[in-house]
T-cell receptor, first 112, second 118 residues
């Protein structure tokens, strides 16, 4: 069974902290994605990666960075967390032939 | 700009009633189309997808969707709703000719929350 896992379901951090959100997929997918989900706004793409060490900005990259050192792992980094980054963060992966993305369970991040 | 619109933020139906969730897209060409469902506290699960061919697509959990090119719509339907269908539903698209590094990049609608009354 295909699987995308995220390191934490719930996370509470303080303003200014550096935050790491980890995502691992076991499907050997080329593409990996990070979204944030906010009520009434749907899912908005932060960054995506189509290969190891490759990344591209999505629609809302400001305040975030990413790292993909291995094919199965894609990390989202908040360099200095702010309260407006309180949100649900979803990771997804897909193959290159667009059969649909597989999503992890999400990490609900609260920044105080 | 390319966009996906789900006009209904919240829909309430009675158990056993039929359901239709609306999705409209604005693209230069017919995109690939998807419907996802998100149960409370969970990630997104793919219900069905349309790439080409028959415009009526069957998915999991008894859902179907119909692609209408003339209306730029991809509405999700279910003939009889169950209480377990209460969730948030997202329509999403990807441009079929995106190519290169944009391949596979989904654009989501705002979501429709479905409440089911007993």
């Amino acid at each position: 069974d295909v699987k995308v896992t995220q390191s934490s379901r719930y996370l509470v951090k303080r303003t200014g902290e550096k935050v790491f959100l980890e995502c691992v997929q076991d499907m050997d997918h080329e593409n990996m994605f990070w979204y944030r989900q906010d009520p009434g706004l749907g899912l908005r793409l932060i960054y995506f990666s189509y290969d190891v060490k490759m990344k591209e900005k999505g629609d809302i990259p400001e305040g975030y960075s990413v790292s993909r050192e291995k094919k199965e792992r894609f990390s989202l980094i908040l360099e200095s967390a702010s309260t407006n980054q309180t949100s649900m963060y979803l990771c997804a992966s897909s193959t290159m032939d667009v059969i649909g993305q597989f999503f992890g369970p999400g990490t609900r991040l609260t920044v105080l | 700009a390319q966009s996906v619109t789900q006009p209904d933020i919240h829909i309430t139906v009675s158990e056993g009633a039929s359901l239709e969730l609306r999705c409209n897209y604005s693209y230069g060409a017919t995109p690939y189309l998807f419907w996802y469902v998100q149960s409370p506290g969970q990630g997104l699960q793919l219900l069905l997808k349309y790439f080409s061919g028959d415009t009526l697509v069957q998915g999991i959990k008894g859902f179907e969707a119909e692609f209408k090119r003339s209306q730029s719509s991809f509405n999700l339907r279910k003939p009889s709703v169950h209480w377990s269908d209460a969730a948030e539903y997202f329509c999403a698209v990807v441009h079929p000719n995106a190519g290169g590094t944009s391949y596979g990049k989904l654009t989501f609608g705002q979501g429709t929350i479905l409440t089911v009354h007993p």
